[in-house]
């Protein structure tokens, strides 16, 4: 069964950066498209950005030219690297893959909080 272990998250300033990291078990990582998604409070699990098992990057508008999906296929990681952070930015982020966010599968994902 697949696994995400989310982490990284933690408090920055208005402008910082962060780097999440997703480890992800089992052997099928390569195959799949991963995804970032992020719960403010208070508000629905959004998709921040993806990136296919081809290197295809998509972005949400909110965090392009800000944010950078990755992966390492061997080490079976993606990563977010988060610049110009914003307040609007604070959240829980987890990592997916398409189908284990359709099926509401997550992993406890990360806390990224960003106040001065």
């Known amino acids: 069964q697949v696994q995400f272990v989310e982490s990284g998250g933690g408090l920055v300033q208005p402008g910082g950066s962060l780097r999440l990291s997703c480890a992800v078990s089992?052997?099928?990582?390569?195959?799949?498209?991963i995804e970032w998604h992020r719960q403010a409070p208070g508000k629905q699990r959004e998709l921040v950005a993806a990136?296919?098992?081809?290197?295809?990057?998509t972005y949400a508008e909110s965090v392009k030219g800000r944010f950078t999906i990755s992966r390492d296929n061997v080490k079976t990681t993606a990563y977010l690297q988060m610049n110009s952070l914003k307040s609007d930015d604070t959240g829980v982020y987890f990592c997916?893959?398409?189908?284990?966010?359709?099926?509401?599968?997550w992993g406890q994902g990360t806390q990224v909080t960003v106040s001065s």
């Open positions: 997916a893959f398409p189908f284990t966010a359709r099926n509401n599968r």
């Open positions: 990136m296919t098992g081809g290197g295809s990057t």
């Open positions: 089992g052997s099928i990582f390569s195959i799949y498209s």
